[in-house]
């Protein structure tokens, strides 16, 4: 096994156990134009694209917000990406909140995605 899956099965089984209590399921939404001709048909098709996955919803600590791109009301996700059924993309939407920013760790193991509800928060 390698040090990437390692350190993914290590999370997983945390998010199982020790961490149980604050890993919460989560479910994400992309809503995007089909591949209709709509310059020919004048019709505009959206499609879903639907995943789903597990992790950490956070605040994000007092030095990180700069009230410009991250907000005091943003929320952090932080997720394993082994777990998630898609990508997940600017502007998704995921738990009612949107997709502001996403990052990952250096080994490539988790993302840190930024969400903002969508009530104006």
């Given at each position: 096994?390698?040090?990437?899956a390692?350190?993914s099965?290590?999370?997983a089984?945390?998010?199982?156990?020790d961490?149980?209590?604050?890993?919460?399921?989560?479910t994400?939404?992309?809503v995007?134009?089909?591949?209709?001709?709509?310059?020919?048909?004048?019709?505009q098709?959206?499609?879903?694209?639907?995943?789903?996955?597990?992790?950490?919803?956070?605040g994000?600590h007092?030095?990180?917000?700069?009230?410009?791109?991250i907000m005091?009301?943003?929320?952090?996700?932080?997720?394993?990406?082994?777990?998630?059924t898609?990508?997940?993309?600017m502007?998704?939407?995921?738990?009612?909140?949107?997709?502001?920013?996403?990052?990952?760790d250096?080994?490539?193991?988790?993302?840190?995605?930024?969400?903002?509800?969508?009530?104006?928060?």
């Amino acid at each position: 096994m390698g040090l990437n899956a390692e350190i993914s099965t290590e999370i997983a089984q945390a998010f199982d156990g020790d961490l149980k209590d604050v890993a919460k399921d989560f479910t994400g939404r992309r809503v995007i134009l089909s591949d209709d001709d709509w310059a020919v048909n004048d019709t505009q098709v959206l499609s879903t694209i639907n995943y789903s996955g597990r992790g950490i919803f956070t605040g994000f600590h007092a030095y990180e917000i700069d009230n410009k791109t991250i907000m005091q009301q943003d929320t952090k996700l932080i997720c394993l990406q082994s777990e998630l059924t898609d990508t997940p993309q600017m502007n998704d939407s995921i738990n009612q909140m949107k997709v502001i920013n996403i990052s990952q760790d250096p080994a490539g193991i988790c993302y840190f995605i930024q969400l903002r509800g969508t009530n104006g928060g």
